[in-house]
């Protein structure tokens, strides 16, 4: 894959932002055309929403999961199932498997991946890792700080060994959502980086500006996408 799979991550966040679904996937697609220009990327507005993005060229698939939305309880509630380990009973991220199931289904004969970051990350981490004809179907996977918790278990050897060489979990140092992939690690290869500096987006720095919790900007920066790109 030529083009950095962060840049869909990213892009996911578009379709997350403020206006109804045509502004917003015109946003999306406006910001693809800018940061991919030779990719012929297309948004797949069937297989698009609030949680996913779909993107298709000629040849082929990719699906990036949307990260969290501080304002939306659903994601939130994601997030603490993540930290506890039951994300399997979580009806977010049931609810991507599926939607992402149907995705791919609609175009069998493209080759597929995916990249996603924060919360996105950790579903379509799950996605791959519990439905078969996902984790089959995506040559490539690559997550941005996924959310980890040390209570996940590990998968069937069978399911591990053939998707170890698929999946990359990319995470940087001092990032708070996914340092316990260093203790419990996930399926797949993990590499560290060093986090830029003053990555935030303008409304994380607001956030923790508004609260007054300067300790936390630093773990921001971390964790932001923009750390990848």
Do not use: C
């Not at 309880?73 to 977010?92: N, P, Y």
């Not at 799950?126 to 590990?154: C, H, P, W």
């Not at 560290?192 to 956030?207: D, F, M, V, W």
């Amino acid at each position: 894959m030529e083009e950095n799979p962060a840049l869909f991550a990213k892009a996911a966040y578009e379709m997350d932002s403020a206006g109804d679904k045509e502004t917003r996937i015109e946003r999306t697609q406006n910001f693809i055309d800018k940061e991919i220009p030779n990719g012929n990327w297309k948004v797949v507005p069937e297989h698009s929403n609030r949680h996913m993005t779909t993107f298709v060229n000629d040849e082929r698939i990719h699906i990036s999961h949307k990260g969290t939305n501080p304002t939306s309880v659903k994601d939130l509630k994601a997030d603490v199932s993540i930290a506890l380990g039951q994300e399997k009973k979580d009806s977010l991220f049931s609810l991507r498997k599926t939607k992402t199931e149907n995705a791919l289904k609609a175009y069998p004969d493209k080759k597929a991946s995916g990249s996603s970051h924060s919360l996105g990350g950790s579903t379509l981490y799950d996605a791959a890792l519990s439905s078969k004809y996902v984790g089959d179907r995506m040559e490539r996977i690559d997550t941005y700080n996924q959310g980890v918790s040390i209570f996940t278990g590990r998968v069937y050897p069978s399911r591990e060994r053939n998707l170890k060489e698929k999946i990359t979990i990319h995470r940087t140092r001092g990032d708070p959502v996914s340092a316990s992939a260093v203790i419990n690690r996930p399926v797949g290869k993990l590499k560290t980086y060093k986090a830029k500096e003053e990555s935030g987006n303008l409304p994380q720095r607001i956030l923790t500006q508004a609260f007054n919790i300067g300790f936390a900007q630093k773990g921001l920066d971390a964790h932001s996408i923009d750390n990848f790109i």
